[in-house]
Each structure stands twice: as structure tokens, then as C-alpha cells.
């Protein structure tokens, strides 16, 4: 299934050089393969944002899908989903 990913702001727009990236994944794949994918076409998220070997993404980094964080890397999106992969941070 073809996905989209959007880089709201942050380091994952600052690597990538891009507002969103097009990624292919399999039909039943969780956002632990789209981290994988993400981190195949983006080398330089690897350490970053995503840990190299289990594709976790490096807090405070988090999915979020339809305006919902995703909590777990096991949630499988849907072909057609808004997903962005943003950084949650806070200041004053």
C-alpha cells in the first residue's frame, strides 16, 4: 500500500528537505514498517529520530494519524490515512 507521511516541523523536515515523503509499505503493515521505510529513504533519520534496530522512533517523536497521537508502533494504518510524524515538544 502507498502511504504518505508529512513532516510537520522539526528535525525530520530540517533531514529530509521535504514537507512530506511517499513511501511504500505491505498490505498489512504497522507504523513500525513505516518507520523502517522512512529511515530507508531518509538514512539520516537513522539515530535521529529512529533507533536502527528496532525502529522505534527517538523521543519525543510520535506518530500522529487523523489529529491522534498513535501510541503504539503496532497500529496499522490505512491507505489514504493523513499520518505525521512530528516532534512534541513544549516551551514558554
Known amino acids: 500500500m502507498k502511504l504518505t507521511v508529512e513532516f ?4 525530520a523536515l530540517r533531514l529530509s ?7 511504500e509499505v505491505g498490505d498489512n503493515a504497522t507504523l513500525r514498517d513505516v518507520s523502517a521505510a522512512l529511515a530507508q529513504k531518509f538514512p539520516a533519520f537513522l539515530g535521529a529520530l529512529i533507533v536502527p534496530e528496532t525502529y522505534e522512533l527517538v523521543s519525543p517523536h510520535l506518530f500522529n494519524i487523523h489529529g ?7 497500529t496499522k494504518p490505512e491507505e489514504g490515512e493523513r499520518i505525521l510524524l ?5 516551551g514558554g
Do not use: P
Open 86 to 90: 512530528l516532534s512534541v515538544t513544549a
Open 8 to 11: 510537520y516541523s522539526g528535525l
Open 17 to 23: 528537505k521535504e514537507k512530506a515523503a511517499s513511501i
Open 68 to 74: 491522534q497521537a498513535v501510541a503504539s508502533l503496532d
